[in-house]
């Protein structure tokens, strides 16, 4: 009995010890990516796109049929490319580099991708914030196209500024009805260890 009450006793003071380590999903900022930077590098960091992001590549060269047959008939095939990067999709950071003054990451969410060729850039913006500011090109296609969330006239992002004329870079924005503007940026998971130890000692009272 007595050895029944040891055990679980050790198993809810492994449980309390398991539950002080919490898992934050939080924007990647300057601070946290120099930390990264001087304890390990930034090779085994992961980090992951703020909200699912849709990019399309078309065909540049597109074949056409012309013909006539009481009327003009005309036909053509082209191909497309579609990739869905989800909020969930890992990325590792390939290289840093600058991009008018400010630091611009080379990010692939591809593991078969380990160059800037075939990676997003995301760069710092004002309010500390990597944002997406370039795609990945494939040779034949044209400049690929990136929509916020879904696949939707509505959600095509494009370049523009956030809130002024003056920010270092343009990147990549979509712009709701109400004026306000959808973006993409890094986030990464953080979990935060916050553990209290006491010591407990009985007062011996005054004499």
Request: glycine share 8%; hydrophobic share 35%.
């Amino acid at each position: 009995m007595a050895t029944g009450r040891v055990g679980a006793t050790l198993l809810a003071a492994a449980a309390l010890i398991a539950s002080t380590g919490c898992a934050k999903r939080l924007a990647l900022v300057p601070s946290e990516l120099e930390k990264v930077q001087v304890e390990a590098g930034v090779q085994p960091l992961r980090v992951y796109p703020s909200r699912r992001m849709v990019t399309i590549w078309k065909e540049a060269a597109v074949d056409k049929d012309f013909g006539v047959d009481r009327k003009i008939i005309e036909s053509s095939a082209n191909q497309q490319l579609k990739t869905v990067t989800a909020k969930g999709t890992s990325g590792q950071i390939l290289k840093i580099e600058e991009r008018n003054g400010m630091p611009l990451l080379w990010v692939t969410f591809d593991g078969s991708c380990n160059e800037p060729d075939c990676a997003f850039g995301f760069v710092l913006t004002e309010d500390e914030r990597y944002r997406l500011i370039e795609r990945p090109k494939i040779s034949g296609y044209d400049d690929p196209r990136s929509y916020h969330h879904c696949l939707a006239k509505g959600r095509i992002m494009k370049l523009g500024k956030m809130k002024s004329l003056g920010e270092a870079n343009d990147v990549y924005v979509n712009k709701r009805k109400n004026g306000k503007l959808r973006t993409i940026h890094l986030d990464v998971i953080k979990v935060v260890d916050e553990r209290t130890r006491t010591r407990t000692r009985r007062s011996g009272g005054v004499d």
